[in-house]
């Protein structure tokens, strides 16, 4: 996993081994909500690893897969790309609401 391997450089320019000229404070790493959600177990635990190193992290593609709120709060990413698709979505959803705000104010006045 290409992950390992900048934790493999990080590791090393912490104990002085090696002088990087990329500050990880500059660094962002995009990882798909489709990869977190199949590697969790692995997952999580190199999120935490690089954000102990400064590096930002994103979910790109949110909105393609589970799209969980808990997963947000889990994995505590910095940065979330929201999937173009789940935008379309979300849009018909708040068109709708209105009637069904009437609806259930109707429904309401009925009972």
Partial sequence: M???MILHFFHNETKGRSRGSISP???EIEITEDSLI?????ALPTIH??????IAIAIDDFGTGYSSIGYLKK???DYIK?????????MKIMRILPSFNRLFYWLK???
């Fill in 2 to 4: 290409g992950i390992s």
């Fill in 25 to 27: 404070r500059l660094m």
């Fill in 38 to 42: 199949k590697n969790e177990g692995s």
């Fill in 49 to 54: 690893k690089l954000r102990d190193f400064g």
């Fill in 75 to 77: 994995f505590k990413v």
């Fill in 82 to 90: 929201i999937d173009r698709s789940f935008i379309k979505i979300f």
């Fill in 109 to 111: 006045v009925l009972a």
